[in-house]
């Protein structure tokens, strides 16, 4: 594997969507309740020509205590840590939250690189995701939809550097 991606983000942006859409498999559970993926899981992606390994986080939580939410949280500043590259996943279609931008700090500040991806833009429904996804400061958003396939075109041209 030539390099490792975590994907991470709030609750309910899609994140083990595109987990299962790189791995090819259903090993991450996809549910509408946030934060149904409780531990940290790793696959082999393949996304056209590159091969690389993928870590399907939590959702960063914002608590740090011993609650389940700061469990999961530390479990993902681990992924965080161990990644070579961070795909920070907002929702198009529900606006950024204060949380959103609380982790686009902590992400500057700890993930060797960082590439934005405002998910659930399919369709004219994302066009306000993206325009909001400029303000993290966090560069150009990947128009992504996990769940439509689209996008992985252009995930795959960001991430190709890293191979
Ligand atoms: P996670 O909590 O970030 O892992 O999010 P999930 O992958 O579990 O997805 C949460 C919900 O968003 C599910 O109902 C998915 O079907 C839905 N979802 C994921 N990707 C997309 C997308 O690209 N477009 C739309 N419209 N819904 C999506
Ligand atoms: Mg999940």
């Given at each position: 594997m030539s390099f490792t991606l975590a994907i991470v983000g709030r609750p309910n942006v899609g994140k083990s969507t595109l987990f299962n859409r790189l791995v090819g498999k259903r090993l991450a559970l996809v549910d509408?309740?946030?934060?149904?993926?409780?531990d940290l899981r790793e696959g082999a992606a393949r996304l056209f020509d590159l091969r690389f390994s993928v870590l399907d986080t939590?959702?960063?939580?914002?608590a740090t205590d011993d609650s389940l939410p700061g469990r999961m949280r530390k479990l993902t500043e681990r992924a965080v840590d161990a990644a070579d590259v961070c795909l920070f996943v907002v929702d198009a279609r529900a606006g950024l939250t204060p949380a959103d931008s609380e982790f686009a700090e902590i992400l500057r500040k700890r993930a060797r690189h960082v590439i934005l991806a405002a998910n659930?833009?399919?369709?004219?429904?994302?066009d306000a995701g993206m325009i909001d996804a400029y303000g993290l400061g966090l560069g150009e958003p990947v128009r992504l939809s996990a769940e439509h396939g689209e996008g992985l075109d252009e995930l795959r041209d960001r991430l190709a550097p890293l191979a």
């Amino acid at each position: 594997m030539s390099f490792t991606l975590a994907i991470v983000g709030r609750p309910n942006v899609g994140k083990s969507t595109l987990f299962n859409r790189l791995v090819g498999k259903r090993l991450a559970l996809v549910d509408d309740r946030p934060g149904v993926t409780r531990d940290l899981r790793e696959g082999a992606a393949r996304l056209f020509d590159l091969r690389f390994s993928v870590l399907d986080t939590a959702g960063l939580e914002m608590a740090t205590d011993d609650s389940l939410p700061g469990r999961m949280r530390k479990l993902t500043e681990r992924a965080v840590d161990a990644a070579d590259v961070c795909l920070f996943v907002v929702d198009a279609r529900a606006g950024l939250t204060p949380a959103d931008s609380e982790f686009a700090e902590i992400l500057r500040k700890r993930a060797r690189h960082v590439i934005l991806a405002a998910n659930k833009a399919e369709g004219r429904a994302g066009d306000a995701g993206m325009i909001d996804a400029y303000g993290l400061g966090l560069g150009e958003p990947v128009r992504l939809s996990a769940e439509h396939g689209e996008g992985l075109d252009e995930l795959r041209d960001r991430l190709a550097p890293l191979a």
